[in-house]
């Protein structure tokens, strides 16, 4: 661990030894250091990389304050994983046909549902404390219209980016599925209207900020209630949109795979659901606080996460160790090395088609910019944070669905 010191601002602690530290993302470290309410200090996963506001791979532990913009548009981002019964053996050939059902059955990029598929009680108990939200709040989508339709037809899909279905095998070789995504456009237009409303606030109280998307709502004041409330509505949204779509990808795996799946349904075991973009009230040294994670996953003692590496190459699941001075947390995936205009510049399909090798998945220009080019070394990146974090398994991906 590196310890960042520098009078005027709190501490940044930072496990990045091993791994390359862009010198921008440690700039925008230190200005988060500088804010008012950092409590004791900011640290540092090893997956880190220049952020909106706020560095991806950054733990922010405050008092009396929340940055909307360090936790994000994505709010609730994270994954999921479970393993099944199967193994290697069970799979054909090809995994072509696989990935067209898989592709069918989550809808992926911008598409949706053209009927919602949550069951009808869970899409009425979403939208019911939405509206409480909406209430509060007008410049918000209108769940009275076309977006009350969106919310929860876009339930169960996942988005595009960086968002991914992956079919994997352990160690073991047992047949694993793991996802990634988050709370999709609803949550998208709650974390931009915040971040805008914590920018206002800035601006009506003449407070300077080395970055305006540093802008913060402070504990005690309505906005920052209303934010509370829309952010954990939106992190639980992010939790079920994951569960329906490991639910449905599941389903046409053991379709494809499973020999009895009419009559005896597929056993899994799923390993973790967690988040890697949010805030939540945690007690540290002590003390409680918010603790807003942006790019990296609880890791208390026992804790089960999942650090994914890049298409093509491994992805773990861990088990946390607890580490106090990361306030008990690890990294959230390898973490890009270069942007996505960068990569699009660096890397040709050709690069892209062997970096794939043996992995069924989009071989096309849309995806240079996710090629395992554009990300760190995960090995690199697993080996900064052996004191966060215990391998449980190791996980290489043999089919990626990308958004």
């Given at each position: 661990m590196q310890v960042f010191a520098e009078q005027g601002r709190a501490p940044i602690k930072s496990w990045t030894d091993g791994v390359e530290l862009d010198p921008n993302a440690l700039g925008q470290l230190r200005n988060t250091a500088s804010l008012p309410f950092i409590f004791k200090h900011v640290a540092v996963m090893p997956d880190v990389h220049l952020g909106i506001g706020a560095t991806v791979g950054s733990v922010i532990p405050t008092k009396g304050a929340i940055i909307p913009a360090a936790v994000g548009v994505d709010i609730g981002c994270g994954m999921i994983a479970a393993?099944?019964?199967?193994?290697?053996?069970?799979?054909?050939?090809?995994?072509?046909?696989?990935?067209?059902?898989?592709?069918?059955?989550?809808?992926?990029?911008?598409?949706?549902?053209?009927?919602?598929?949550?069951?009808?009680?869970?899409?009425?108990?979403?939208?019911?404390?939405?509206?409480?939200?909406?209430?509060?709040?007008?410049?918000?989508?209108?769940?009275?219209?076309?977006?009350?339709?969106?919310?929860?037809?876009?339930?169960?899909?996942?988005?595009?980016?960086?968002?991914?279905?992956?079919?994997?095998?352990?160690?073991?070789?047992?047949?694993?599925?793991?996802?990634?995504?988050?709370?999709?456009?609803?949550?998208?237009?709650?974390?931009?209207y915040f971040i805008e409303l914590a920018r206002k606030d800035m601006r009506l109280h003449f407070i300077n900020l080395p970055d305006r998307d540093l802008a913060y709502l402070s504990e005690g004041t309505q906005y920052f209630l209303d934010y509370w409330n829309a952010v954990?509505?939106?992190?639980?949204?992010?939790?079920?949109?994951?569960?329906?779509?490991?639910?449905?990808?599941?389903?046409?795996?053991?379709?494809?795979?499973?020999?009895?799946?009419?009559?005896?349904?597929?056993?899994?075991?799923?390993?973790?659901?967690?988040?890697?973009?949010?805030?939540?009230?945690?007690?540290?040294?002590?003390?409680?606080?918010?603790?807003?994670?942006?790019?990296?996953?609880?890791?208390?003692?026992?804790?089960?996460?999942?650090?994914?590496?890049?298409?093509?190459?491994?992805?773990?699941?861990?088990?946390?160790?607890?580490?106090?001075?990361?306030?008990?947390?690890?990294?959230?995936g390898a973490g890009r090395r270069m942007s996505r205009t960068a990569a699009r510049n660096t890397f040709s399909v050709e690069d892209h088609v062997q970096a794939t090798a043996g992995v069924e998945c989009r071989k096309d220009v849309g995806v240079i910019d996710e090629t395992p080019g554009a990300y760190k070394d995960i090995e690199a990146v697993m080996a900064a944070q052996t004191d966060l974090v215990e391998i449980v398994h190791t996980l290489k991906g043999v089919l990626c669905v990308k958004g």
């Open positions: 393993r099944t019964p199967l193994t290697a053996s069970d799979l054909p050939d090809s995994l072509a046909a696989l990935r067209t059902n898989i592709e069918w059955a989550v809808p992926h990029g911008q598409n949706q549902y053209k009927h919602a598929v949550a069951p009808i009680g869970e899409q009425n108990a979403i939208m019911d404390a939405y509206k409480i939200i909406y209430d509060r709040h007008k410049g918000l989508p209108n769940p009275g219209t076309d977006w009350a339709g969106k919310i929860v037809r876009q339930l169960g899909t996942l988005g595009g980016g960086n968002h991914f279905i992956e079919v994997c095998l352990d160690e073991e070789q047992r047949v694993w599925v793991m996802l990634h995504s988050g709370s999709r456009g609803i949550g998208n237009k709650i974390g931009s954990k509505w939106a992190q639980n949204y992010a939790l079920v949109n994951r569960r329906i779509m490991l639910e449905r990808t599941l389903d046409q795996v053991q379709r494809a795979l499973w020999k009895t799946w009419e009559t005896e349904p597929m056993p899994v075991e799923i390993a973790a659901n967690c988040h890697h973009n949010y805030v939540e009230r945690e007690n540290h040294f002590g003390e409680n606080i918010l603790v807003t994670r942006k790019g990296a996953v609880r890791a208390r003692l026992g804790d089960m996460g999942i650090i994914p590496g890049s298409m093509g190459v491994r992805s773990y699941i861990v088990r946390g160790l607890g580490n106090a001075e990361s306030f008990q947390s690890c990294s959230h």
